[in-house]
């Protein structure tokens, strides 16, 4: 996809990845880019540096997303391109209340799905549509707080999902994985688990070039840096060898 006088709306755009995403795109011509977000003050501040829409949203709550999705197509018309990116965590794992794991699922993977229930009818009466889903390493390769990871694998599921099941009907998918990014998610992380993070560590302008680029080449699974993909390899070759290491590195930070 070529951005160039496309109609684009990110989540989670008023810091962070989203933002960084959000002036990229606007930089490559974007025709209209919404930046949306729970913060109002930030958002009309990124949207109004980059001559964006800004508007406010809580992704975790279906009625919202669909409000968005029918006012930016009311006033910019089609959206060519939809990034589900905003994220949450909870630090821990299954004594945490179902209130907190609910709170990161919605965020992290139904939110995801409200975007997609009411976009793919749109896209698809076109026959043309692309959805960017941010997820995370983690979803690759189950790291740190259990919320986290098993949103963002199962977002990663739905995004393949999405790809096999209506890509031959004009619908294109991405997967954003990214490991280290400098965001302010990051430097609320406790301090073992900021300085294991920093192999790698990306800006949030570094990793949105790479999803221009990913984009223009269609890609599916998008990795800014590319050791999670040795990760991955290691991890599909022995599985057992690599939940060892990968034990012994969770004991390291926790």
Request: net charge negative.
């Amino acid at each position: 996809m070529q951005l160039k006088d496309k109609v684009i709306v990110v989540t989670g755009a008023a810091s962070g990845i989203g933002a960084a995403m959000a002036r990229r795109f606007a930089e490559e011509g974007a025709r209209a880019v919404v930046v949306a977000d729970r913060d109002a003050a930030r958002a009309h501040a990124v949207a109004l540096d980059i001559g964006g829409h800004a508007a406010l949203v809580d992704v975790a709550v279906e009625a919202e997303l669909q409000r968005l999705i029918e006012e930016t197509e009311s006033r910019h018309g089609p959206i060519d391109l939809f990034c589900s990116n905003a994220g949450t965590t909870a630090a821990g794992g299954p004594e945490l209340p179902d209130a907190d794991w609910r709170r990161v699922m919605d965020v992290n993977l139904m939110a995801h799905v409200h975007a997609a229930r009411a976009l793919l009818p749109r896209m698809l009466s076109r026959g043309q549509g692309y959805l960017l889903q941010t997820a995370s390493a983690a979803g690759l390769l189950s790291q740190f707080d259990a919320p986290y990871a098993v949103s963002k694998h199962a977002a990663v599921a739905f995004a393949e999902w999405l790809s096999i099941t209506y890509g031959g009907q004009g619908i294109r998918v991405s997967c954003l994985c990214p490991a280290g990014v400098d965001t302010p998610l990051l430097g609320a992380e406790p301090k073992a688990r900021r300085d294991l993070l920093s192999h790698g560590l990306m800006s949030t302008a570094e990793v949105a070039q790479v999803v221009v680029q990913a984009l223009a080449e269609e890609r599916f699974l998008i990795l800014p840096q590319p050791f999670i993909h040795t990760q991955m390899r290691h991890k599909a070759d022995d599985t057992d060898r690599w939940i060892r290491g990968m034990r012994r590195l969770h004991a390291s930070v926790d």
